[in-house]
Structure formats: structure tokens, C-alpha cells
């Protein structure tokens, strides 16, 4: 039976603009990404997976999607780079609200 796992990234970006005498604190975005991931290791696989994956069981709901971890996802609902990571996405649309050229 598959498992669904929530998996939150929280992110800030700050804006400092030089200043003759310094650095002065200017626009400021934060947000959260939310992602629903199904994931599902069978009894006959979870010794193969855990021996491929060793850090799994630091993870989220022991769910890691890089590399083996892969064979046994099976959605997304949301983000992916926020459920491997940093979520690129979210934050490229966010450092363009800022001024930023990407």
C-alpha cells in the first residue's frame, strides 16, 4: 500500500542595496511550498532499498527520491525541486518579484 507524505519547504529572500556608510535591508519575500509525494518501498525491496540509500532513514517519512529512491515514487503533487531540495521554481518567480534578472 503506497504512502502519502507531506513534504513543506519554507523560503526568505532579502534585498540589501549598498549605501554610502553600509548595507540597508530592503524588500523581503518569504513563502512555503507544500508537496504531497506517494511513495512505496514492498516488504520483498525495503532491504535492497535501504542498503542502496543508507541516509533514507534521515529523510522525510524515510522517502528519498534521488537516484534508487526513484523506482519507488510513484507522484508528485506539487513541487519536485522542493521535495529534492531547494524549489527552483519558487524561488526564480520570487527573486524576479524582487528586480532580478534570470
Known amino acids: 500500500q503506497s504512502r502519502y507524505y507531506e513534504v513543506v519547504t519554507a523560503c526568505c529572500l532579502d534585498k540589501f542595496y549598498r549605501r554610502n556608510d553600509g548595507w540597508q535591508r530592503g524588500e523581503h519575500e518569504q513563502w512555503l511550498v507544500s508537496s504531497m509525494v506517494e511513495f512505496y518501498v514492498d516488504d520483498a525491496s525495503i532491504e535492497s532499498y535501504l542498503a542502496a540509500m543508507p541516509m533514507a532513514l534521515q529523510a522525510s517519512?524515510?522517502?528519498m527520491v534521488e537516484?534508487?529512491?526513484l523506482r519507488f515514487l510513484k507522484s508528485i503533487?506539487?513541487?519536485?525541486?522542493?521535495?529534492i531540495g531547494l524549489p527552483l521554481y519558487e524561488l526564480c518567480h520570487n527573486l524576479r518579484k524582487l528586480g532580478f534578472k534570470l
Open 61 to 63: 517519512g524515510a522517502a
Open 67 to 69: 537516484d534508487n529512491g
Open 77 to 83: 503533487q506539487g513541487s519536485y525541486s522542493a521535495v
